[in-house]
């Protein structure tokens, strides 16, 4: 199974800009989608973004036109740059490997935004 390892969550103050990355141990072109996802305290895990294996994307209503998915193959690395962050969008986040047959999770990172 993969490891995936977040980082670059943190405290920021709203109206800033935070890049996670997401290194796996191995090729990420062999996922169907590389994804992000956020749970926030007493709130579901909600899909963020997600980029497929053919370069589309995909992003929530809530963060269109803030956040941008993105990799680097030979790195076996996806980032999420998060711009004009909110204090709603605070929360711990997640990389995601979709798998045809398994659902990969890193362990998460914490995001949190002040006013």
């Known amino acids: 199974q993969v490891h995936l390892v977040e980082s670059g969550g943190g405290l920021v103050q709203a109206g800033g800009s935070l890049r996670l990355s997401c290194a796996a141990s191995?090729?990420?072109?062999?996922?169907?989608?590389m994804g992000w996802y956020r749970q926030a305290p007493g709130k579901q895990r909600e899909l963020v973004a997600r980029?497929?294996?053919?370069?589309?994307?995909y992003y929530a209503d809530s963060v269109k036109g803030r956040f941008t998915i993105s990799r680097d193959n030979a790195k076996n690395t996806v980032y999420l740059q998060m711009n004009s962050l909110k204090p709603e969008d605070t929360a711990v986040y997640y990389c995601?490997?979709?798998?045809?047959?398994?659902?990969?999770w890193g362990q998460g990172t914490q995001v949190t935004v002040s006013t």
């Open positions: 980029i497929f294996r053919g370069g589309n994307t």
């Open positions: 995601n490997a979709l798998g045809t047959l398994a659902n990969s």
């Open positions: 191995e090729s990420i072109f062999s996922f169907n989608a």
